[in-house]
């Protein structure tokens, strides 16, 4: 069964920094959680690029439309590309 939950983004952004956080990371079990915050990262980026695309269509004109483009485009070329290390803090 594959199906899709809607969480407030404010609650998303919460546990993807309870997951970088250096009690979660110190945890025996942390590699098991890498492949999930790395998911939610992704997720993230793929919000935030929504939200470029949204800046192109409401551009006012062709100057602002081509500048959020750009910025949509190289957002776009960086989903997948996320730091998930599980040595992030010195202890």
Known sequence: MNKN???????FE??????ESP?????PNYCDYLDIL???KVKMQKLELRGAYVKIITAKDSDTRDDARIEYLWQKSQIGNVDVDEF???F
């Open 88 to 90: 992030d803090f010195k």
């Open 14 to 19: 919460k546990i993807i920094d309870m997951l």
């Open 38 to 40: 790395y998911e939610l």
């Open 23 to 27: 009690h979660v990371m110190r945890m």
């Open 5 to 11: 939950v809607m969480i407030p983004r404010h609650t």
